[in-house]
């Protein structure tokens, strides 16, 4: 059975998770919102299909109107298809997100000012903390992203360390590598550009791994889960 959970969970210091659990998908999305001074970032916005839910959800947390940043960490619409929603709501934001995957973004007919990360120093200055972003090229998608708040040290990691089942935790639990494994082993192009691209977060500390699919991942799970994914077969190995 999966876990529900109808308020935001808080899992740092201006951090929450505001996913949105209702439904019985494997293919649930998690979103996160960073609030700071006067505003706020939503992290991965999310499905069309899902909006009332969790922006309901986000309400509880932050007037919605603070949101001044959506952060997408590429161009799919299980994270993308609420944005033209979200503008008609509280009008037109920024929309950061590396250039191949803004050129794909514009396509939903969004109207906020489309900001490449690649353009603007790869960072996102907030209030109280400087997010960064660490190109993580064609994991999925040729413009993918992850974002890093050096101030609670979690890693926001889009597709990245996902998972799928229908038993859902919103804490990794002993079954979750699986799951991750699972999910990674179709998305992740090849083992080559897995191994290439997690070189960029070695060293990093990380105090927990936010997906935008499956559970997050806390601190004494992250060596495994990065071993777990160098280690994968994945992508056109599966097809040889
Ligand atoms: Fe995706
Ligand atoms: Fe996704």
Avoid at 96 to 116: C, D, F, M, P, R
Avoid at 161 to 174: C, K, V
Avoid at 181 to 206: A, C
Wanted: proline letters at 4%; hydrophobic letters at 40%; one cysteine or more.
């Amino acid at each position: 059975m999966a876990e529900k959970y109808e308020a935001p969970v808080e899992l740092g210091d201006g951090v929450h998770w505001v996913g949105y659990t209702e439904t019985d998908s494997v293919f649930r999305t998690n979103a996160y919102i960073i609030t700071s001074g006067d505003e706020a970032a939503l992290i991965d916005a999310g499905s069309a299909v899902y909006f009332d839910s969790m922006s309901k959800q986000i309400e509880q947390i932050v007037d919605v109107t603070k949101i001044n940043y959506f952060i997408q960490h590429h161009q799919d619409p299980d994270l993308c298809a609420s944005l033209p929603l979200w503008e008609k709501k509280i009008g037109p934001r920024k929309i950061y997100a590396q250039t191949k995957a803004n050129i794909l973004i514009w396509h939903y007919g969004v109207t906020s000012e489309l900001v490449n990360v690649d353009d603007i120093g790869w960072e996102l200055k907030l209030a109280d903390r400087t997010l960064k972003f660490i190109f993580m090229p064609y994991m999925h998608s040729p413009g993918e992203i992850m974002t890093y708040d050096p101030k609670t040290k979690i890693l926001f990691s889009g597709d990245i360390f996902g998972g799928l089942s229908m038993d859902w935790n919103l804490y990794a639990n002993e079954y979750y590598m699986d799951a991750m494994e699972s999910f990674m082993e179709n998305y992740m192009p090849s083992s080559e550009i897995v191994n290439e691209n997690l070189k960029r977060i070695d060293g990093l500390e990380i105090s927990m791994i936010c997906p935008q699919h499956g559970s997050i991942i806390l601190k004494n799970d992250v060596d495994k889960a990065v071993k777990t994914l160098k280690e994968l077969e994945c992508g056109s190995y599966l097809y040889e």
